[in-house]
């Protein structure tokens, strides 16, 4: 049976998300059809805001709807600290925690120079004019560094490339990551 060409185009669509495959993102259509126009468009909508005005965080690279985002913002954290981390999901697992007072870098992806992921694409140029700015007295490397396939090794090597990144490189290994007094 040839399916609606709606149909067909909605599916291909879902296929975006991770892990979702043929079968799935058709389950996910016909839920939504079936039982859930008004989810179904308040969906569409939502997505299509999103994509129109999530931007990345001009200082940090975590995701905000303003320029620089509402933790780079805020007067009360500890801008003396930058946590390196990989994602903005492993941004919001350390805010979730409560425990953390201080500001972030988020790489957006992993050194992968094959993909043509290097330094630049991490966002370690913005990095280090922070770390130049003077006011930052720490950098710590969260603990998807510690070790393991995708652990500090690439920022190790991403440092690595050039003289200019040096001062990243040198740390001492703490309970959850790499701490690098920088002063
Ligand atoms: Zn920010």
Redesign the pocket.
């Known amino acids: 049976m040839k399916i609606p060409s709606a149909l067909s185009r909605l599916n291909e669509a879902l296929r975006c998300l991770p892990g979702v495959g043929s079968k799935s993102a058709a389950r996910m259509s016909l839920h939504l059809l079936q039982t859930d126009r008004a989810g179904a468009r308040a969906l569409a909508e939502a997505l299509a805001h999103a994509a129109d005005h999530i931007v990345h965080?001009a200082?940090?690279?975590?995701f905000?709807d303003n320029e620089?985002?509402e933790?780079?913002r805020d007067v009360r954290r500890d801008t003396t600290l930058i946590c390196v981390v990989e994602t903005p999901s492993d941004l919001l697992s350390i805010e979730a925690t409560g425990l953390y007072t201080g500001?972030?870098h988020v790489l957006l992806g992993h050194l992968s120079p094959l993909d043509g992921v290097g330094p630049h694409q991490l966002g370690l140029d913005l990095l280090e004019d922070r770390v130049k700015s003077g006011q930052v007295g720490e950098v710590i490397f969260g603990d998807q560094f510690n070790g393991g396939r995708r652990g500090y090794g690439p920022l190790h090597s991403a440092t690595d490339e050039g003289n200019e990144y040096h001062c990243f490189v040198s740390g001492s290994r703490c309970a959850n990551g790499w701490r690098t007094r920088l002063r």
């Open positions: 965080c200082t940090c690279r975590n905000t620089i985002c933790i780079c500001l972030y």
